[in-house]
Each structure stands twice: as structure tokens, then as C-alpha cells.
């Protein structure tokens, strides 16, 4: 158990929908970082957060937006979404230094 | 961050070491070497990481060249649990965007 949680554990949705994905972070741990894990894209960073701040954006569509919240929690929402956004979405965090991140077991978002 | 190279796939029989291999010639000298895996569809997992001496923890070695062009990352003793993708990641710790660039990894397979 990496201390990094995520819910909701599955999600079926239809095209043009929108969702949020929620993560927790490990105690104490300022950072998070959500991942996109498609078959075809392999593992991708979207963005990452630092105690509220956007810190850096990866190949995040513009359909897709982060937040964290001064609890250290954050959310991703996904809108319109397409067929082809079906995927693995991990968050994980990190303390500072960001020597290693620590991941949760993911979001499977099935669009249909 | 700088590119690596690692075998598609590797196999190993259960109880020997597994010898992962890794090339990254255009690292940079604060580049460190991260390796992380991902078993089945979970969220990938820390193992090690270091800079330009051998790493050793609970759960796998690090051996670094000399020239730090090239790495293994060695399981003294492999189980069936450590069939999993192998990633190598280069990148600089603590400082900027601490994102990471996943690429397609080492499928090892730990045979019984």
C-alpha cells in the first residue's frame, strides 16, 4: 500500500460526458502528479501540483483540467470526453525533494 | 531528461538473480537513474535510484558504470511477484518539473 488513494476504482461513462477523478495524497506529501496509462500511448504525465500551485503541465488536453485543494487533495476532470480517453489514470505524490513518487492503484475509465 | 534504451523483454527463472539492463549515453551529470516497475495493471512502484554509485535497498541493487552511460538494476533473488514491467527513468531530482518519462520498459518474466 503506497499511501496514495484513488477513487473512484472504476468509471463507465458515455462520449461528451464529463467526470472527476479524485486522488489523496501520502501524508505529508505536497506534490501530486497525475498519469494517463493508455494501450497505445504507454505511461504519460499530465500534470503535476505543488500545495495548490500548478508546477508543471505534460500532454494534457485542454478538454482536461487539475485542481488541488488546500487539504492537499486533488481532483481531474475530464470533459466531452471521447472513445479514446478510455484509460489508466494514476496519481501519485511525492515529498520535496521529489527523490521518488509514490503511486495509487488508478482510476479505469471506460468511455463507451 | 535524457533518453534510455532497455530490452523489450527478459526471462528468469525463480530463485536466480535477474539482471536488468539500461543505456543512457546522453545522461547528464545531474541526472539521476530511477527504476520503477509496474505489476500487471497497478500503480507503478519505486525501487531504487541513484547517481553514480552502486544503490543497494531491501528490494534490489543498482549498479551504475563508471561512465554512467549504462546501468543494471539486479533482483539477487527473483520470485514469481516480480513478473512485472521494469522501467528506467533518467531525470534531475529536485529542482523544475519532477515529472516522469515513461518508456515501454522490461517485460520480465519470472518462470517457475
Known amino acids: 500500500d503506497s499511501g496514495v488513494t484513488q477513487t473512484p476504482k472504476h468509471l463507465i461513462t458515455a462520449t461528451g460526458q464529463r467526470v472527476t477523478l479524485r486522488c489523496s495524497p501520502r501524508?505529508?506529501?505536497?506534490?501530486v502528479y497525475w498519469y494517463q496509462q493508455s494501450l497505445d500511448q504507454g505511461l504519460q504525465f499530465l500534470i503535476q501540483?505543488?500545495?495548490?500551485?500548478?508546477?508543471a503541465k505534460g500532454n494534457i488536453l485542454e478538454r482536461f483540467s487539475a485542481q488541488q485543494f488546500p487539504d492537499l487533495h486533488s481532483e481531474l476532470n475530464l470533459s466531452s470526453l471521447e472513445l479514446g480517453d478510455s484509460a489508466l489514470y494514476f496519481c501519485?505524490?511525492?515529498?520535496?525533494?521529489?527523490?521518488?513518487?509514490?503511486f495509487g492503484p488508478g482510476t479505469r475509465l471506460t468511455v463507451t | 531528461d535524457a533518453k534510455t534504451t532497455q530490452p523489450t523483454s527478459m526471462d528468469c527463472a525463480e530463485g536466480r538473480a535477474a539482471n536488468l539492463p539500461c543505456n543512457h549515453s546522453?545522461?547528464?551529470?545531474?541526472?539521476?537513474v530511477y527504476w520503477y516497475r509496474q505489476i500487471h495493471s497497478q500503480g507503478p512502484q519505486y525501487i531504487i535510484h541513484?547517481?553514480?554509485n552502486n544503490e543497494t535497498n531491501e528490494m534490489a541493487s543498482l549498479i551504475i558504470t563508471e561512465d554512467r552511460k549504462s546501468s543494471t538494476l539486479i533482483l539477487p533473488h527473483a520470485t514469481l511477484r516480480d513478473t512485472a514491467v521494469y522501467y528506467c527513468?533518467?531525470?534531475?531530482?529536485?529542482?523544475?518539473?519532477?515529472?516522469?518519462?515513461f518508456g515501454k520498459g522490461t517485460k520480465l518474466t519470472v518462470n517457475p
Open positions: 501519485a505524490s511525492s515529498g520535496q525533494p521529489a527523490y521518488e513518487q509514490y
Open positions: 501524508s505529508g506529501d505536497l506534490s
Open positions: 501540483y505543488y500545495n495548490g500551485e500548478e508546477r
Open positions: 546522453t545522461i547528464s551529470g545531474n541526472e539521476y
Open positions: 541513484g547517481l553514480k
Open positions: 527513468i533518467v531525470r534531475v531530482a529536485g529542482g523544475g518539473s519532477e515529472k516522469l518519462v
